[in-house]
């Protein structure tokens, strides 16, 4: 009874689960079109904030299914190991049963011998009784102790006649007994086995149902998680930052630099990262680093992709150039692959020759690939490759004619081998940014020496040379630098959303419209939310400093000292709030930042 009434809680647990189940997915309807279609937002800090909505309502509806499912699995999970072993039971009485129905059939088969012996011992009784009566045997004994002699002799053989007769008449009721009980136990036995295969399929129906809709909840929360990053990508690209190394132009301040101007406040804070966004493939000035190093083109490659360098592919295709770049031209025509790559302005053609040669290179694969070996079009922006309609100079042709037909591979075809400006001592794979997942990207601390601190990094890496290997982004007058108060704001935004998410459309930067269409708390209405929420508020802050993973190239926590003593942050999630909050278009570009206070 108790397993039963156990199987009755555990199923209407669940029931319950798929009732709550089903009213948040009610919930978060609303957001099946910012999942469909996530172009459909033409406000980029709106969509960001929908985004950041959905994924709060996801990640809630999933918290609330994984707590109400845990229980009933953990019953489920108990109930299934008792069922195991009730059924292994049920196994070892099906045997016994078995062996019991063998026994009885035997029986059966010795009980026909015994009626018929039955049968005669009845028969010859009853003859005995007829003519062994006491007055035959006095007239036929001569004296008494003949007398006594007989009478004794044939009680004896009418007990034994009646306790054959009474063992055979207890056997066959006994085994008619066995029968009945068999039978029943048979019957007791197929019920069981109903009912337990019934109880488990309902449970198991009802659990799975759960984890499914578990497993569709994550897949939102990421595919919304992806969203956001997609429109913070869009709040980047204000920076306007090249990834060539050939036009370097964006929002790098440098305000570390001599002459830099002064933002006329003390002290002042900047957050500097380290390298651009993108740090997949070939790092243009690590190339160059390298290259100074003595390394060859071969080297150079192998470093920064996990392919093979394959020589006389086919220098016939043709490959359709179309579009306007980055200096204003259009153009619209087919050209061979090697004509094309002449026309490439990627990095100065006064770097040295196997960095040039290394970037011929990866410039044939990536066309190549991009264009499936011609089948399909090529623009002419960085977006693609920076294609000018003019030649490129005689060292970059030359390089172009040492490399001819000479492609990066992966599985017999060409690769997309990406490349950027300045990778900041660190490479990454395309999954790691949130491309497609590539087996020929990799991960690599780019520098000539081991890199434990920020010194290290700054001495070792083959980049360093990069005026955008530690930068700070974004400006305000002019200057990037900070001010101790706007810092502390920043701070208590982190703190006030990892308190309360639901605070977040209040919490964009003060000096530019809301974009969620609502308003936004200025520095002392933060302030008093904290409060409101049992936390003390920074209004000034007196240093900022980073944790880094130097092996991975990221800032894994931010510790912020103030007015109100201590706080500290992942160092992504400060990022991405930081991004949203600080004035103008001040940015942290990537995951690996330092602090600097003057």
């Known amino acids: 009874m108790r397993k039963i009434a156990f199987l009755i809680i555990a199923i209407f647990g669940l029931i319950f689960l798929n009732f709550s189940i089903s009213s948040i997915r009610a919930q978060t309807v609303s957001c099946d079109q910012l999942l469909n279609n996530p172009n459909s937002c033409n406000n980029p800090g709106t969509c960001l904030d929908q985004a950041s909505a959905c994924k709060d309502q996801f990640d809630q509806a999933l918290e609330m299914s994984i707590k109400a499912t845990k229980p009933a699995e953990d019953q489920l999970n108990s109930l299934q190991q008792q069922l195991a072993a009730i059924k292994n039971r049920i196994v070892s009485i099906g045997v016994d049963l078995a062996k019991k129905q063998v026994e009885l059939n035997k029986s059966y088969a010795d009980v026909a011998q015994k009626t018929q012996i039955l049968n005669a011992k009845i028969r010859d009784y009853y003859i005995k009784s007829t003519y062994n009566s006491p007055i035959l045997i006095f007239l036929s004994s001569n004296t008494a102790s003949q007398l006594t002699e007989a009478m004794a002799y044939q009680r004896e053989l009418a007990q034994q006649d009646k ?187 006064s770097w040295p020759t196997e960095a040039l040669r290394a970037q011929a290179i990866a410039a044939r694969s990536y066309a190549l690939a991009y264009t499936n070996n011609g089948s399909t079009s090529i623009c002419t922006d960085q977006h693609c490759q920076e294609y000018k309609t003019e030649l490129n100079s005689s060292a970059w042709i030359q390089a172009v004619k040492d490399t001819a037909g000479m492609v990066l591979t992966s599985g017999g075809q060409p690769i997309k081998a990406w490349f950027s400006s300045t990778h900041g001592g660190y490479e990454f794979t395309s999954s790691d940014i949130g491309w497609s997942s590539t087996d020929y990207t990799k991960r690599l601390v780019d520098a000539s020496g081991s890199v434990g601190s920020f010194s290290d990094l700054q001495n070792n890496a083959y980049d360093k040379q990069s005026p955008w290997f530690y930068c700070d982004w974004g400006s305000r007058g002019g200057t990037a630098w900070l001010r101790s108060s706007e810092v502390a704001d920043i701070a208590n935004v982190v703190a006030l959303v990892q308190a309360d998410s639901s605070t977040k459309e209040h919490l964009y930067q003060t000096d530019k419209p809301n974009p969620a269409n609502t308003d936004t708390w200025d520095a002392g209405r933060v302030q008093q939310e904290l409060r409101n929420r049992n936390i003390t508020p920074f209004t000034s802050v007196s240093s900022v400093s980073v944790d880094a993973d130097f092996g991975t190239g990221r800032v894994s926590t931010v510790h912020v000292n103030g007015d109100a003593g201590s706080m500290s942050f992942p160092g992504d999630f400060f990022k991405t709030y930081f991004n949203l909050r600080a004035p103008g278009n001040i940015q942290i570009v990537g995951p690996l930042f330092n602090v600097e206070i003057r």
């Not at 019957?187 to 759960?210: E, I, M, Y």
């Not at 031209?329 to 002449?342: A, G, H, R, V, W």
């Open 163 to 349: 306790n054959v007769i009474t063992n055979i008449v207890l056997s066959i009721t006994d085994l008619e007994t066995k029968k009945q009980q068999l039978q029943s136990e048979n019957t007791q036995l197929a019920s069981l086995k109903s009912g337990l295969d019934d109880q488990t399929a309902k449970l198991d129906k009802l659990v799975s149902g759960a984890k499914a809709y578990q497993a569709v909840l994550s897949s939102q929360i990421a595919q919304l998680s992806s969203i956001q990053q997609n429109l913070l990508a869009q709040k980047l690209s204000s920076l306007g930052i090249s990834a060539s190394a050939y036009n370097m132009t964006g929002g790098c301040s440098s305000d570390l630099l001599p002459g830099a101007p002064d933002p006329g406040f003390s002290p002042k804070i900047g957050f500097f990262t380290y390298g651009v966004p993108n740090r997949v493939g070939l790092n243009q000035y690590g190339a160059k680093g390298r290259a100074e190093a003595g390394q060859s083109y071969q080297q150079i490659l192998s470093a920064y992709y996990n392919a093979t360098l394959t020589t006389g592919y086919n220098q016939g295709i043709n490959i359709h150039v179309s579009g306007r770049n980055d200096y204003g031209e259009s153009t619209d025509q087919t050209m061979n692959i090697e004509d094309y790559l002449q026309h490439i302005y990627e990095i100065p053609a």
